[in-house]
T-cell receptor
Framework: NAGVTQTPKFRVLKTGQSMTLLCAQD?????MYWYRQDPGMGLRLIHY???????AKGEVPDGYNVSRLKKQNFLLGLESAAPSQTSVYFC????????????????FGPGTRLTVL | AQSVTQPDIHITVSEGASLELRCNYS??????LFWYVQSPGQGLQLLLK????DTLVQGIKGFEAEFKRSQSSFNLRKPSVHWSDAAEYFC????????????WGAGTKLIIKP
């Protein structure tokens, strides 16, 4: 199993450009998440999905859109990139809903480092 | 609202010495708590988690953490660190009234002196 993979690993954008980050998991997990990680701030949840065809807003959703057309994929889009979106983006997945002792573990991808100039 | 505080941004420990990383949370009821580790250039990996029951939780790689309700703390410990433990450690809290979504601390970077 590859676990959680993210594409691309690095990207540099100019302000106003658009891009899509792809997250794929091969563990048949229902839940998927997109986080951003900024220095001194830990992880902040952007959007998440509780199953195929569903999406929901997290803590910092503005400027981002997501789609989950297939269970194994979760896409994060930036329609018009801004320098404030310079960050490391992590995708994660979990087997079932959070709060279940046995299954509440998030599995993370290696991250995408995005720089917006 | 919930919050998580990791008071130490960096900690430097000699190889073979003991380690304690601090985590304090703010939440009215009993949350459930996690420690994750991020090795350089990698994603995060779960070390251990607490939901209920025994307040001393054992995790992978020889780590343990103790939940202390009276101090709102969930500190991570290891009796003897190895150079491979150099990484960034994140504490996170989840709770029912936040739809179980995790709130993350800012992280503590562990540096190992040879």
């Amino acid at each position: 199993n590859a676990g959680v993979t993210q594409t691309p690993k690095f990207r540099v954008l100019k302000t106003g450009q658009s891009m899509t980050l792809l997250c794929a998991q091969d563990m048949n997990h229902e839940y998927m998440y997109w986080y951003r990680q900024d220095p001194g701030m830990g992880l902040r949840l952007i959007h998440y999905s509780v199953g195929e065809g569903t999406t929901a807003k997290g803590e910092v959703p503005d400027g981002y859109n997501v789609s989950r057309l297939k269970k194994q994929n979760f896409l994060l889009g930036l329609e018009s990139a801004a320098p404030s979106q310079t960050s490391v983006y992590f995708c994660a997945s979990s087997r079932e809903r959070p709060g279940n002792r046995r299954t509440d573990t998030q599995y993370f991808g290696p991250g995408t480092r995005l720089t917006v100039l | 609202a919930q919050s998580v505080t990791q008071p130490d941004i960096h900690i430097t420990v000699s190889e073979g010495a003991s380690l304690e990383l601090r985590c304090n949370y703010s939440y009215g009821a009993t949350p459930y708590l996690f420690w994750y580790v991020q090795s350089p250039g990698q994603g995060l990996q779960l070390l251990l988690k607490y939901f209920s029951g025994d307040t001393l939780v054992q995790g992978i790689k020889g780590f343990e953490a103790e939940f202390k309700r009276s101090q709102s703390s969930f500190n991570l410990r290891k009796p003897s660190v190895h150079w491979s433990d150099a990484a960034e450690y994140f504490c996170a809290v989840g709770a029912m009234d936040s739809n179980y979504q995790l709130i993350w601390g800012a992280g503590t970077k562990l540096i190992i002196k040879p």
